[in-house]
């Protein structure tokens, strides 16, 4: 096993992987946290969560004869995002983040080492006029694709190795308490936004899994590093960060974006901002995130489509544009009547602010054709304008 052990890092270096650590099944003293979360709804309308019960905190239920899950990480950083110098506005915002626990390393991670810039630029794109806002994670290929690829061949370098051993990989696509096993692992810590942080990479990374049958030498686990500060819970939009590790998903731009399948609540639509895809507001103001690390594999650079958008270009796509120009994103799960729910909101707030009666004007002309959701969007929208917005309109 421990010639294993030094087999799987060298083969999870080669893949792409920035870590690898190994967790044991039992996960009990994680279950009352998991029920009382669900218990409270804040799961929202991801009733998988709720069919599955006890099954995420019990990976031998789960996938009958595991004895140890394989974490890995993975980088998703573009390498496009460089440095380019702090923004005055988010810049500011940024410098609130310095109270986190004063050990060495974390006094470091939050005074910075010269490469967090591209944080306080990804805050000031939310004060451009016009910009839509994508989250860095789906800028580049779909992750599941990426992931799924190589933990596939992880395994089948493990059976090369040691011959045929019960295995199933999983990202993001089953009933798995990731956060916990990585913590477990040593892969991190669960910070207060309930994202993994790590001490050298920040919270930038997807999260995989290998169950298997093996009994692989344990990894130490991780010590939290968060200390007393709270930047994310300040800073979130919706203040869905209810508390410290403690997330209501039906308040999260991220939920409210992706998952969520109906109407936007309207109490919280001024808050989204230009977010048509997810937000990363409690990342950008993390200070440990000063370490986040650019992804090695061009899978994660930026796609033409989402490089800088713009939101009249997004809206003017049609259903094939949207389909032909997503194709193998993740984006393309939401699908395209969603993609035009979050697109309205979003004009919607940029005319609240900036009043261009090009806005008002490109959501009257979709008017006609649209389904009761989108057309209810685009009502507030324009009631968002205000009576400037009769101008625009198409005479009847």
């Not at 709804?41 to 996938?63: C, E, I, N, S, T």
């Not at 968060?226 to 930047?231: I, L, Q, Y």
């Not at 324009?382 to 917005?389: P, S, V």
Request: proline share 5%; charged share 25%.
């Amino acid at each position: 096993m421990p010639d294993l052990m030094k087999r799987l890092r060298g083969w999870a270096d080669e893949l792409g992987f920035s870590q690898i650590g190994v967790a044991g099944v039992d996960l009990h003293a994680a279950e009352a946290g998991m029920l009382a979360w669900l218990q409270a709804g804040f799961h929202g309308g991801m009733g998988y969560m709720a069919r599955h019960g006890l099954k995420r905190a019990r990976p031998a239920d789960l996938v009958p004869g595991t004895l140890r899950v394989i974490t890995v990480r993975l980088d998703y950083l573009p390498r496009q995002l460089i440095a380019h110098g702090t923004n005055r506005q988010s810049g500011a915002v940024l410098a609130n983040t310095h109270d986190a626990d004063k050990t060495p390393s974390n006094q470091a991670a939050s005074e910075g080492d010269g490469q967090g810039d591209w944080r306080a630029d990804e805050l000031s794109r939310l004060q451009v006029p016009g910009a839509a806002v994508v989250s860095v994670y789906a800028r580049g290929r779909d992750y599941h694709k990426v992931m799924r690829a190589r933990l596939q061949t992880l395994t089948e370098r493990i059976e090369a190795h040691i011959g045929p051993c019960g295995h199933r990989v999983f990202c993001d696509s089953a009933p798995v308490l990731e956060a916990e096993l990585a913590s477990r692992s040593g892969l991190g810590w669960r910070g207060k936004h309930t994202l993994v942080l790590a001490r050298d990479a920040g919270s930038m990374f997807f999260l995989g899994e290998i169950y298997v049958d093996l009994a692989l030498p344990l990894s130490e686990p991780a010590t939290a590093h968060c200390g007393s500060c709270s930047a994310c819970l300040d800073i979130c939009p919706t203040q869905a960060i209810v508390a410290p590790y403690r997330l209501d998903a039906r308040r999260c731009i991220s939920y409210l974006t992706i998952e969520h399948e109906g109407a936007i609540p309207l109490e919280l639509r001024r808050a989204m901002g230009t977010r048509i895809y997810g937000c990363d507001d409690c990342q950008l103001a993390c200070p440990w995130n000063r370490f986040a690390k650019r992804s090695a594999l061009p899978d994660f650079d930026v796609r033409a489509p989402v490089d800088a958008p713009r939101l009249l270009d997004l809206w003017r796509w049609s259903e094939a544009d949207f389909l032909r120009l997503t194709e193998g994103s993740a984006i393309r799960r939401i699908g395209y009547g969603r993609w035009r729910r979050n697109l309205a909101v979003a004009l919607g707030n940029t005319l609240r602010g900036h009043g261009d009666p090009v806005y008002a004007a490109a959501l009257c002309e979709a008017l006609d054709g649209a389904d009761d959701l989108l057309r209810e969007h685009i009502a507030w929208a324009l009631d968002e304008y205000g009576d400037n917005a009769k101008l625009a309109a198409p005479a009847a």
